[in-house]
Every structure is written in structure tokens, then in C-alpha cells.
């Protein structure tokens, strides 16, 4: 079991971190990972900051493989998707790619495949723009 986190910062200070729970989480200490920084804060304001809520998700229905993880931008104004390098559990490198630039705050993403196809769609609030944006992901194989 991991813990997948955000911190929320303005600037480009903003990041995502993982933590592996060991199996004495009381006393044992926890190994972070950062898989994404240096997000810049794009929106301006009373305590804007970046990113937001990160959501790990499956992009087949094959759950063998490591899952992928997208970030509500927030304040960065995106959302970014985090891709696994390799397959190896321990190899905690990342690939971002920047999904959408919403051009106005991103509020928390969903991910659901609503119509049975196999592929999931995310679901993207862009706040100042009173839309939400639907994404399909089709991973090539």
C-alpha cells in the first residue's frame, strides 16, 4: 500500500510524492518519492496554489500493470498525467504529460468508464469557466 499526495504550494513549488507505508507503520520510517515538482502556479489570487488532488487510476481493465495518475492542477490551471516508466514496483519514475490547459481553476478530477467501452474518462471541472471537460484515455498497447 502506497499514500499518492499532493502539497499545495504557490509558485512552482508545487509537487507530488509518494509514500510507501512499511509494514510497521508506527515505528518504521516511510520511504517518499517525489514523482512530480516544480509545478507553477498559474492563477492568481487569495491563496492560489498548485496542484490539487491527485487520483491513481488503472487507464485498462487489465490491473496487473502499475497504475497512472492524474493531478488536478488547481492553480497550475492543467492536469497532469503521471505515467509509470517501467513496470518494476520499484522504480518510481514517472513520465508527466500535460493533459489540458483549462485556462481557469481545476477542481477535483473524476475517473469512471461510464459507458463500458474499457477505457476510462476523466472528468475535468474548470471552475471559471462553469464547464466540465470529459477526456477519454485509450493507452496504445
Do not use: C
Not at 481553476?105 to 475535468?124: R, S
Request: hydrophobic share 35%; aromatic share 10%.
Amino acid at each position: 500500500m502506497d499514500f499518492v499526495v499532493t502539497n499545495h504550494e504557490s509558485g512552482n513549488a508545487g509537487a507530488v510524492f509518494a509514500y510507501e507505508v512499511p509494514p510497521n507503520f508506527k515505528s518504521q520510517p516511510w520511504s517518499k518519492h517525489t514523482l512530480l515538482n516544480h509545478i507553477q502556479t498559474h492563477q492568481f489570487g487569495f491563496n492560489s496554489a498548485a496542484p490539487g488532488s491527485p487520483l491513481v487510476f488503472y487507464p485498462s481493465r487489465d490491473k496487473r500493470n502499475k497504475p497512472w495518475i492524474i493531478v488536478s492542477g488547481d492553480g497550475s490551471q492543467q492536469v497532469h498525467l503521471l505515467v509509470p516508466e517501467s513496470q518494476n514496483p520499484s522504480d518510481w519514475q514517472y513520465s508527466e504529460h500535460i493533459l489540458l490547459n483549462t485556462h481557469s481553476t481545476v477542481g477535483k478530477l473524476a475517473v469512471a468508464d461510464v459507458d463500458g467501452n474499457g477505457y476510462p474518462k476523466i472528468f475535468v471541472p474548470a471552475y471559471d469557466n462553469n464547464e466540465i471537460e470529459i477526456l477519454t484515455i485509450r493507452p496504445s498497447e
